[in-house]
Each structure stands twice: as structure tokens, then as C-alpha cells.
């Protein structure tokens, strides 16, 4: 007696279905190391990085034991990350070229972290509607930082000289920002969060409505998940698990914002509105744009950041081999041509 059709068509769905499960199961780049590996993770509080404060749980599954270490500035984790005494971090876009223009070449970007998180702050009723507005105001910025290569871009590509313009390099901490706004020694401030969504959440500030998150040249992106050469190349299965671990974290931040902003707000000891108007403005995703990369880089050779131009040599500091096997995609998918 012939089955009916609607009892195969059943059948076939489970057998697809049992057999997509041993797969995932038997998949060796979600199954746990043969042995323990140890890892060093540098972090530093900005609410985009905050999702990695997840990743010793999710690497745990394969593994894999990670020891964190907290820094400042996105300068002290690269320089660790050259030296060895950091296995795996995140930093700016332009760290690694930074490097390579020292002469380190001991960095190899592995994946992007996502698009956002730099922010323009003015005070409250004092507008910035377009770029030539900029000329005469008094501008806050932290020179070589992501957030000033996006502003310093923009500028140039609406027009402007900003060489013309009249600007501060602020020191230290995002908080000295604030502090030169309050104050008036500055009308608007090149940072990035928390430190917008503080002013604004204090009362005294708001974002202008000119946004250097869209410069062509540099794009949008936020930072670089990188790893020390030496630990790559004597760890590829461990790096493979923890790109893996990686990009479910992101999956689960992006989708669950409200815990993401909790997270950050205990870490890094901030009100949790605050968190939550930090991480509002932040897009969580792995793709990796080189093409961008280079031009960030070629703008920094060409404004006298660093000393040479090193985009010939970025190709060789970055790779997709461990993004494209967690994902499923291809390089080109993932942002090489961006």
C-alpha cells in the first residue's frame, strides 16, 4: 500500500531535520579542544566591546579558559597585543596600520565588531545643522582617535579645510570633553560613548545634527577584533573556536539590547540609562571592511599621522579564513571589497 504524500513529505522533514542536528553536533569547529588552551583577552569599557564581557562563557564550551584584562585606551591594548602579553583584543580601525607604520607586524585583524558608538556632543539649543556651520565654532577632538579620523574625514568630504578650522586636542578621558563643553572653552565635542549619552542624560547636551558616522572614507565602523601572530599560528583550531564564540556573542547582544546595556552599565559603572542611550546608536556586526581599512589608512599617512603609507602591506594583517568557517560566508560576503 502506497504511503500518502503528506506522511513522506514528513518523514523527509525530520530525516533533514535529525540529520541538520548531527551536523551541528559532529561540526568540529563547535566541538570542544582536546585540551585546555589558556587565553588573554584585553577589554576596554566602550559600550561596543561590551558584549565581550560574554565571551569567556560562550569560549568556555570549547574549552577554552579566558582571562580578562582591563585597559583605558585602545593604544595600551594594541601595544599589549604586539608584545604577547595579550593573546586576543579589540581596538580601533586604524590601530593595526598604526602598527604597521612602527614597524609591528605582529597584529592580524580576524574580524569587525560593528558601526556606531563614535558621536558629535554641543550643548543643549546649540544646534550644528551643516558642515560649514563649523567654521568659527570651537571643536573638541582627540586626535588619532577613530572618532576624529570620521570627523576629519567628513570635513573634507563636504567641502570644508580643516586645517581652517579652529581645534582643541583634548587630553585624557571622554569626561575632559564634557567637562570643555560645560565650560565653554568648547562648542562641540569629537567623542564617543558614553560620553554623549551623558551629557545628554545630565540635561546640558545634544547630538548636532550633522553625523560623521557617515564619511565615505573611513565609514562607520567602531573597532577590530585582532589577535598576536605568534598565538594565531600556534593555535588555529582555539582562534577558529574563539571567532566562533565571537559572532554568536554579537548575535546575542545585538538581540537582546536591554541585557547588553545592563551589562555594560555594571562593568563600567554607569546609570543604566546612560547604557542604554550608549548602546541605542551601536550596531553589533562581524563584517570586516579592508577597503575601508585602507582608505584609513591612506588618510593617515597623507594627514602625517604615521610616517608611511602602509596599505600595500594591510592584505598580509588581515585575515577572513576564521570568520568565513563561523559564518558560512565568503570574504568578499564579509566585507573584503568594502
Not at 117 to 131: F, S
Not at 138 to 155: D, Q, R
Not at 271 to 297: G, H, M, N, Q
Amino acid at each position: 500500500m502506497k504511503r500518502p504524500v503528506a506522511a513522506i513529505l514528513v518523514t523527509l522533514a525530520v530525516v533533514i531535520l535529525v540529520g541538520f542536528r548531527v551536523e551541528a553536533q559532529t561540526d568540529p569547529i563547535r566541538s570542544p579542544l582536546p585540551a585546555p588552551l589558556k587565553v588573554k583577552l584585553g577589554m576596554t569599557n566602550v559600550p561596543a566591546l561590551s558584549a565581550l564581557w560574554l565571551l569567556p562563557d560562550y569560549a568556555a564550551k570549547y574549552n577554552i579558559q579566558m582571562e580578562q584584562v582591563t585597559f583605558q585606551r585602545f593604544a595600551d591594548a594594541r601595544t599589549a597585543l604586539a608584545s604577547g602579553d595579550l593573546d586576543i583584543t579589540a581596538f580601533g580601525p586604524q590601530d593595526i596600520s598604526l602598527a604597521l607604520g612602527q614597524g609591528t607586524k605582529t597584529l592580524v585583524g580576524i574580524a569587525g565588531v560593528g558601526s556606531g558608538n563614535d558621536c558629535l556632543i554641543v550643548r543643549k539649543g546649540d544646534d550644528i545643522k551643516d558642515w560649514k556651520a563649523l567654521t568659527g565654532k570651537t571643536i573638541g577632538v582627540g586626535a588619532g582617535s577613530i572618532s576624529w579620523l570620521k570627523f576629519a574625514a567628513s570635513v573634507q568630504e563636504n567641502g570644508g579645510d580643516y586645517g581652517k578650522l579652529k581645534v582643541i586636542n583634548v587630553m585624557g578621558g571622554g569626561g575632559n570633553y564634557l567637562k570643555a563643553l560645560q565650560a565653554k572653552e568648547i562648542d562641540m565635542a569629537v567623542v564617543w560613548q558614553p560620553f554623549c549619552a551623558q551629557a545628554i542624560l545630565d540635561g546640558f547636551g545634544q547630538y548636532p545634527t550633522i553625523d560623521h558616522n557617515k564619511s565615505k572614507t573611513v565609514g562607520g565602523l567602531i573597532a577590530v577584533l585582532a589577535v598576536n601572530r605568534n598565538f594565531m599560528e600556534k593555535n588555529r583550531d582555539g582562534v577558529q573556536r574563539l571567532v566562533v564564540a565571537y559572532v554568536d556573542v554579537l548575535k546575542y547582544a545585538q538581540a537582546n539590547a536591554d541585557k547588553w546595556a545592563n551589562i555594560y552599565a555594571e562593568k563600567a559603572g554607569l546609570p543604566v540609562p546612560v547604557a542604554k542611550e550608549s548602546v541605542r546608536i551601536t550596531r553589533l556586526d562581524p563584517t570586516l571592511p579592508l577597503e575601508s581599512i585602507k582608505r584609513i589608512s591612506k588618510f593617515l599617512s597623507e594627514n602625517g599621522v604615521i610616517a608611511r603609507d602602509v596599505t600595500a602591506d594591510l592584505p598580509a594583517a588581515y585575515t577572513y579564513d576564521f570568520l568565513s568557517k563561523a559564518t558560512g560566508k565568503s570574504a568578499a560576503e564579509l566585507g573584503q571589497n568594502q
